[in-house]
């Protein structure tokens, strides 16, 4: 089993940035692929943003703007956010699982959620 926490979700004002960390309980990112998806209210829950041994993979809309990247020896995923604009606002979510998709479906594990909000 693994737990996943999220943090360093906020307010910010557009074009303004944020790092997102998700720290596991275990060394989940060593064999499993890490992602972040986002939820804003009253919508589904979208693909964000994967890191997998075969790369890092981006939703179009924040490609360019936002970074995914691991640090396992502290078993974190971080998300960079940079550039941020209102439709950024949602929850996001950190999630594990054991291969890469853009849908939910396949990750395992998932963390709380941590608020991000963009005032324009």
């Known amino acids: 089993q693994v737990q996943l926490v999220e943090s360093g979700g906020g307010l910010v004002q557009a074009g303004g940035s944020l790092r997102l960390s998700c720290a596991a309980s275990?060394?989940?990112?060593?064999?499993?692929?890490a992602g972040w998806f986002r939820q804003a209210p009253g919508k589904e829950r979208d693909f964000v943003a994967a890191?997998?041994?075969?790369?890092?993979f981006y939703a179009n809309s924040v490609k360019g703007r936002f970074t995914i990247f691991t640090d396992n020896a502290k078993n974190t995923v971080y998300l960079d956010l940079n550039s941020l604009k209102p439709d950024d606002t949602a929850v996001y979510y950190c999630?594990?699982?054991?291969?890469?998709?853009?849908?939910?479906?396949?990750?395992?594990?998932w963390g709380q959620g941590t608020q991000v909000t963009v005032a324009s």
């Open positions: 890191v997998a041994r075969s790369g890092t």
């Open positions: 999630a594990a699982g054991s291969s890469y998709s853009p849908g939910t479906g396949t990750y395992e594990y």
């Open positions: 275990a060394r989940a990112f060593n064999y499993y692929v």
